[in-house]
């Protein structure tokens, strides 16, 4: 989606009174909260690379920014819930 802001002001636009959207965006990183992802991990500098590929492109992550957008495009009671883990490869006995 290169036009955040046009899509989501056309979002508003087409709800009735009292509808709402949700939307699921996820941040292109790679982190964990254990420690076992090393910093420049392959995967890490995938996902770098990914990112400013995409950001070249005009196709910015747009994650971090999605509740300002929603906000400016007129939306109220604007909520997010972040999920900071996700198992990669489900849960693994240590």
């Known amino acids: ?5 046009r899509y989501l002001q056309q979002m508003f636009n087409h709800l009735k009174p009292g509808g709402y959207v949700e939307l699921v965006e996820h941040l ?10 090393p910093a420049g991990c392959a995967m890490s500098q995938y996902m770098r690379h990914l ?16 509740r300002g957008l929603l906000i400016n495009a007129g939306f109220v ?18």
């Open 77 to 94: 009671e604007v909520r997010v819930r972040l999920r900071s883990t996700i198992p990669a490869y489900g849960i693994l006995a240590k």
């Open 28 to 37: 292109m990183d790679v982190c964990c909260d254990d420690g076992s992802y």
């Open 1 to 5: 989606m290169k036009d955040w802001e």
């Open 51 to 66: 990112n400013l590929a995409l950001q070249q492109m005009g196709v910015p992550c747009v994650a971090s920014r999605l």
